[in-house]
């Protein structure tokens, strides 16, 4: 089965007067059909720009600097990392075929529109010009996302809704014109824990429902393994370990993911007085960073010499198990993005 | 809601009733009245008023009378449309005012509108191309226009139309002066009003953009702005729909502050450029202590103040659905 999407050394870099800001730096991933796909990382390691890529709505001063973002669309693939793809084409694909939800379900709906006006809006850009008809999908839509009422929600505006329905009446919006992708950039985060649980429910159902595959944004470890089929751990601008969720929480290569997981307390496995086993160090800014692997110094197991002087590539461990280490694979992401080969010195 | 209202409007009469009290007693507080004045221009001229008429006149007048006294009988009449005399051009003051109020109201109308359109369209330019040269230009300019005061750009701008052989002050030609209404008037009338039109409305105009740009630019940051974008929005169709809609709301509703304005003009700068106004009107009222007629002006203003900040409440009530409470 070819992939729905399929995004092939993606960068996304950030011109500013401080330098550049390689947000997203040689990123691959692919998501089938239906498929979930989890992308983690800590704030700043790229996970959203990644999807601002996907949709083409990178605010400045960030451009897409190279790579490929192929998508599936009826039979045809195109390029959305294509430069020469026009405005309008572009247009007809955002909110058509891929949609997304977005972490701040306060601020993302517009405080002086009423809810049906905003569901609408996406209605007649892309499936009816007859306000009858989307005035009924509306009704419809809102009615799956498990709003009571509809008929009255309709016309109530964002802010007489708490913060779990908006990000329902959100997740209307996205769907109503039966994407095939969806983008879930952290859906749950500023919402409570009982509302998270709906709301990965619901986004579950729809997913079935509609047979759509889903981007799932996310810094949360829970998350992932409750809904995703595969993982892409994203560090600094790339992806650093990739795989089956089952093979990453369970056969976990990367340092980075190992002491990730590590950090998670666990209830009843936690001594009293014990610290929590936080990762040391913070984040680099991803400000002008020389070649070399970006976790080297908050690494245990740091190689000197070799893991901060070349970019380790991302090679195949396992089946369905790729990771980006110097101490699992000997192979080397030169700058052009092609593939080199470490050159150890002799013990 | 209507409760709301009508506590509202009574709060608004109050507001005004103790307005016009303090006004009068203002008025008042320079030592001497109108006939002192009288009685200092005629010793001016060498005339020597006797202090009998000048009593007699405090007494046709009701100057004698304590302060309260003057005020309520003034105010009764106000309310059954008198509004009084004035001492200086011994013609009632609803006359005199009614003379100007059309001419203010419409130079107030002409300025609001030009400060208004220009200023939206600067800001909204400024904050789409944010740091673009036009910006730069719009900022430095808008900067200039705040900081300089109208009168001195009125000096300038006539110095500079009157070499170029164009009208300068008042608002009609000398023949059109003392004419009846015709088209031609009319005409010559429109001719005048782009001066004024433009000085009165920069400073307006300035701030307008700045309030304009800051608003929208916080507006362009918002992530319903994203939304939209990642709906399929089309980028001119989103900017009008979304963040200039939210960003217009607190201009808009400053519209009715400015209901006052309208009607009293801008005075020294309506002195300069000679135009029949209520402003310079008010201003040679007050000195001559010509009482009724600065209380009527100055009871009328409040009104409008009042009447105004009340409108501008209405407005923003109707443009934003959040303060739409219960």
């Given at each position: 089965m070819s992939p729905l999407l399929d995004v092939r050394n993606l960068r996304t870099h950030f011109r500013t007067s401080d330098g550049i800001v390689k947000a997203v730096d040689g990123v691959s991933f692919t998501v089938d059909p239906q498929e979930t796909l989890g992308l983690i990382g800590e704030s700043g390691c790229g996970k959203s720009v990644t999807a601002h890529s996907i949709m083409r709505i990178v605010p400045r001063p960030g451009q897409i600097e190279g790579g490929e973002i192929h998508m599936e669309l009826e039979g045809e693939t195109v390029d959305l990392a294509d430069p020469a793809l026009s405005g309008s084409e572009l247009r007809a694909i955002r909110g058509r075929d891929i949609s997304m939800v977005f972490q701040e379900p306060m601020t993302s709906?517009?405080?002086?529109?009423s809810i049906g006006n905003q569901i609408r809006e996406t209605l007649f850009l892309h499936?009816?010009?007859?306000r009858k008809e989307a005035d009924e999908i509306a009704v419809d839509m809102l009615a799956r996302v498990g709003i009571a009422n509809p008929r009255q929600r309709i016309n109530e505006y964002p802010h007489q809704l708490s913060g779990g329905m908006r990000q329902r009446v959100m997740i209307a919006i996205a769907l109503a014109c039966r994407p095939r992708l969806l983008i879930a950039?952290?859906?749950?985060?500023?919402?409570d824990v009982t509302v998270q649980a709906q709301i990965l429910e619901l986004i579950n159902d729809l997913q079935d429902e509609f047979h759509m595959a889903v981007l799932y944004i996310t810094h949360d470890l829970g998350v992932i393994a409750e809904v995703c089929d595969r993982v892409a751990v994203m560090y600094l601008g790339r992806v650093v370990e990739y795989g089956t969720v089952r093979e990453i929480f369970y056969n976990p290569k990367h340092p980075y993911t190992v002491r990730l997981l590590r950090s998670i307390p666990k209830l009843g496995h936690t001594k009293k007085g014990e610290p929590l086993a936080a990762i040391r160090g913070t984040v680099p800014s991803p400000i002008n960073q020389p070649p070399l692997c970006g976790f080297h110094d908050r690494c245990e197991e740091v190689m000197e010499g070799v893991c901060d002087r070349h970019i380790p590539a991302l090679a195949e461990v396992a089946d369905r198990h790729q990771v980006r280490c110097f101490l699992h694979s000997d192979s080397i992401q030169l700058e052009d993005g092609s593939i080199g080969t470490l050159e150890r010195a002799p013990a | 809601m209507w409760a709301y209202l009508t506590r509202r409007f009574l709060y608004m009469v109050l507001l005004i009733l103790v307005t016009s009290m303090v006004s009068f007693v203002i008025i008042q507080l320079p030592a001497g009245d109108y006939i002192t004045t009288l009685a200092v221009r005629y010793a001016a001229t060498g005339q020597v008023v006797e202090q009998e008429v000048l009593d007699a006149l405090r007494i046709q007048f009701g100057l004698d009378q304590p302060v309260y006294i003057q005020y309520f009988k003034w105010f009764t009449n106000v309310l059954q449309g008198d509004l009084g005399w004035s001492f200086?051009?011994?013609?009632?003051v609803s006359e005199l005012v009614a003379e100007r109020i059309g001419v203010t109201a419409l130079i107030s109308v002409c300025s609001l509108t030009f400060a208004y359109v220009v200023g939206i369209l600067i800001g909204v330019v400024s904050a789409v191309f944010q740091y673009s040269v036009l910006d730069y230009v719009f900022t430095i300019v808008g900067f200039l226009g705040l900081a300089s005061p109208n009168f001195l750009l009125a000096l300038i701008l006539m110095v500079i139309i009157f070499n170029a052989g164009g009208a300068v002050g008042g608002l009609y030609s000398t023949e059109y002066?003392?004419?009846?209404?015709s088209w031609a008037k009319f005409l010559d009338l429109l001719k005048h009003i782009p001066l004024p039109m433009i000085i009165v409305g920069t400073a307006g105009t300035a701030g307008v953009a700045r309030v304009m740009r800051a608003t929208l630019l916080d507006e362009l940051q918002k992530q319903y702005v994203v939304t939209a974008r990642s709906k399929g929005v089309a980028e001119i169709r989103l900017l009008f729909k979304y963040p200039i809609r939210v960003a217009l709301n607190p201009i808009t509703s400053t519209i009715g502050w400015e209901l006052p304005a309208i009607v009293s003009g801008t005075v020294i700068t309506d002195m300069v450029l000679q135009l029949p106004t209520v402003g310079p009107m008010l201003f040679s009222a007050l000195v001559a202590e010509d009482m009724f007629i600065a209380s009527s002006l100055l009871l009328f203003l409040t009104s409008l103040t009042v009447i105004g900040t009340f409108v501008s409440d209405m407005l923003l009530f109707s443009l934003d659905p959040r303060i739409r409470v219960n």
């Open positions: 709906l517009s405080p002086v529109h499936r009816t010009r007859d950039d952290e859906p749950t985060t500023a919402l | 200086q051009q011994v013609r009632p002066l003392n004419a009846p209404w």
